[in-house]
């Protein structure tokens, strides 16, 4: 089974410009949640998506958007890139949302470089 | 709301030998999940393995074990038997277990190197 595919691997970006991650989950997964991971704030939780509603987000600006498919491949936004915004975005993915202990599975991320 | 805190931001081992990484967590809910993540250079983070709260058998996975104490809001890990792939970036995470959200709440990390 293909594990969870997040594209492009790097992007290098400037200032102002927007930009747009693709995550594909694993088969069968509904649940699909980002992370912004830097240096100096560490891993932060970005929003969580299933059956195409955002269930959740968290303390980021307006500028940091997502959605999800109808096939549960997911996609998120950033608008008017900041130099701040140069992170490693992660996507993760679980059968379904808060019910047990589904794993979520981890992709290797999106390097976003904002020059 | 919760918390995660790693106080140890690199540690080394020898192969071969026991190392233990420590992590607290701060909330006020009785039932919840943690998790210790693997991050290698290769970027993706891997579970190494997860503790439901009201289960008090700390839980084993090969030569990862964690010792659980809930009183103590502690959560360490311990791996056994070191080996070189072992050296990667370690997470531990929150996650609540009521309110249907998947939502994992990171520590900084702590970095392993493994000596040979």
């Known amino acids: 089974k293909a594990g969870v595919t997040q594209t492009p691997r790097y992007l290098i970006k400037t200032r102002g410009q927007q930009v747009t991650l693709s995550c594909s989950p694993i088969?069968?997964?509904?649940?699909v949640s980002w992370y912004q991971q830097t240096p100096g704030q560490g891993l932060q939780f970005l929003f969580e998506?299933?059956?195409?509603?955002?269930?959740n987000k968290g303390n980021f600006p307006g500028r940091f958007s997502g959605r999800q498919f109808s096939n549960s491949r997911s996609e998120m936004n950033v608008s008017t890139l900041e130099l701040g915004d140069s992170a490693l975005y992660l996507c993760?993915?679980?059968?379904?949302?808060?019910?047990?202990?589904?794993?979520?599975?981890f992709g290797a991320g999106t390097r976003l470089s904002v020059l | 709301a919760q918390t995660v805190t790693q106080s140890q931001p690199e540690m080394s081992v020898q192969e071969a030998e026991t190392v233990t990484l420590s992590c607290t967590y701060d909330?006020?809910?009785?039932?919840?999940?943690l998790f210790w993540y693997k991050q290698p250079p290769s970027r993706q983070m891997i579970l190494v393995i997860r503790?439901?709260?009201?289960?008090?058998q700390n839980a084993t996975e090969n030569r990862f074990s964690v010792n659980f104490q809930k009183a103590a809001k502690s959560f360490s890990l311990k791996i056994s038997d070191s080996q070189l792939g072992d050296a990667a970036m370690y997470f531990c995470?929150?996650?609540?277990?009521?309110?249907?959200?998947?939502?994992?709440?990171f520590g900084k990390g702590m970095k392993l190197t493994v000596n040979p």
């Open positions: 993760a993915s679980s059968l379904s949302p808060g019910q047990g202990v589904y794993i979520q599975y």
């Open positions: 088969s069968g997964h509904r649940s």
């Open positions: 998506y299933f059956s195409e509603t955002q269930r």
């Open positions: 909330t006020s809910e009785s039932d919840y999940y």
């Open positions: 503790q439901e709260a009201y289960k008090q």
């Open positions: 995470a929150y996650r609540r277990a009521q309110g249907g959200s998947e939502k994992l709440v």
